[in-house]
């Protein structure tokens, strides 16, 4: 099995920054993709970024140009590195891997952390 750590969040003021981090554990050689979602209180989980094992990364709107996405996909660890933060995006951020290898076989499943809280005040 894989487990998920977020760890980073916390209350920054608008326009600030802020870095999330999540590590996996467990029993894994790659993943096919590794990325953020999040979910504000009273909202849908929504997608922040995904960045897959050769690198490709994908944005929301909302994120294009302030976030920016990274990981190491054979240590199972992504970051997101956000910047002018904006109020809306106060919410739980959550690291969604998905599609994982080991040294046997692909299992199609996808692995949630428990998430970080990031609150962004006015």
């Known amino acids: 099995q894989v487990q998920l750590v977020e760890t980073g969040g916390g209350l920054v003021q608008a326009g600030g920054s802020l870095r999330l981090s999540c590590a996996a554990s467990?029993?894994?050689?790659?993943?096919?993709?590794m990325g953020w979602y999040r979910q504000a209180p009273n909202k849908a989980r929504e997608l922040v970024a995904i960045i897959s094992r050769g690198g490709s990364t994908l944005y929301a709107d909302s994120a294009k140009g302030r976030f920016a996405i990274s990981g190491d996909n054979a240590e199972g660890t992504v970051s997101l590195q956000m910047s002018s933060l904006k109020p809306e995006a106060t919410a739980a951020y959550f690291c969604?891997?998905?599609?994982?290898?080991?040294?046997?076989?692909?299992?199609?499943?996808?692995?949630w952390g428990n998430g970080t809280l990031v609150t962004v005040s006015s």
């Open positions: 467990g029993n894994f050689v790659r993943f096919k993709t």
């Open positions: 969604p891997f998905k599609g994982l290898w080991t040294t046997g076989a692909y299992y199609d499943m996808d692995f």
